[in-house]
């Protein structure tokens, strides 16, 4: 059978099997404090969450203009020797490559299914997150707006802030969530918390005693859906409802990064 992976992936790939896990790994992220908004701030959690989980080193590189440094436009992205590699699940793959997983003892079928969990968190998750943000006016307007121009000079701050909402909103329209109105979020919000509720079963972490990428995932999200300060709590209160889900956001937090999460 031929393979379809193209030459230069295979020549890194086999590069970074070679190469340790240096000790100066740099992620790379907006300022947490005056600008990273709820999105980005979920997806640069859940990498920091998934390095602590394969006890790997980095240190944390806030950069006003990381969206603009990365190779996919997106944040996080880390710098680990000669490889610059952007958002969780090619980070994933590349820490793989180094003979480092959180996933050996899956099977096919399991890894298939918590894929497919990922990707459930990123289409309901990641789109209400961005929906709030940059659809719902007074989020928009309070939050949104101030924090996204906070590190740029007139009228640059404008500007890019304008830029990033047209980004933004063609992704919902082609996502299909622009015309949803907020109820309609908050629905699916539940729903995605209903069926990862499902999905855990009262288990410590989704695939049993172990955590994955996908607890790294969702702990980046519903963390940082219960702590991001919003003109109305409503989002952070469907999660609530799901107590099961918030005692693996207080495991992960209290295993991974020795804290307490407030409820």
Request: charged share 20%; glycine share 4%.
């Amino acid at each position: 059978m031929t393979s379809h992976v193209p030459l230069m992936d295979k020549i890194q790939m086999e590069l970074g099997v070679l190469e340790p896990w240096p000790k100066d790994v740099k992620l790379y992220q907006p300022y947490e404090v005056e600008q990273i908004l709820l999105p980005d701030n979920a997806n640069c959690l859940a990498v920091q969450a998934f390095l602590r989980m394969c006890n790997l080193e980095f240190e944390v590189v806030s950069k006003a203009n990381a969206e603009f440094m990365s190779p996919s436009g997106k944040v996080p992205f880390i710098k680990c020797g000669a490889f610059v590699i952007s958002e969780l699940e090619p980070i994933v793959q590349f820490v793989n490559t180094k003979g480092i997983t959180l996933t050996a003892n899956m099977e096919g079928d399991q890894k298939s299914d918590m894929r497919a969990y990922m990707s459930l968190v990123h289409n309901v998750l990641e789109n209400a997150e961005l929906y709030i943000c940059w659809c719902d006016k007074e989020t928009y307007n309070e939050v949104t707006k101030p924090r996204n121009g906070s590190v740029y000079p007139w009228p640059l701050n404008h500007i890019q802030t304008w830029s990033k909402k047209s980004t933004v909103l063609k992704k919902l329209k082609m996502m299909g969530w622009f015309n949803k109105n907020i109820e309609q979020v908050y629905q699916e919000v539940e729903n995605c918390c209903q069926a990862l509720t499902d999905r855990l079963e009262g288990k410590e972490f989704f695939f049993g005693q172990s955590p994955t990428e996908l607890d790294a995932l969702i702990f980046g999200h519903l963390f940082t859906i219960l702590t991001t300060p919003l003109p109305n709590s409503n989002i952070a209160n469907i999660v609530r409802n799901f107590p099961s889900l918030i005692d693996l956001v207080q495991r992960v937090e209290e295993d991974y990064f020795k804290k307490k999460v407030k409820q």
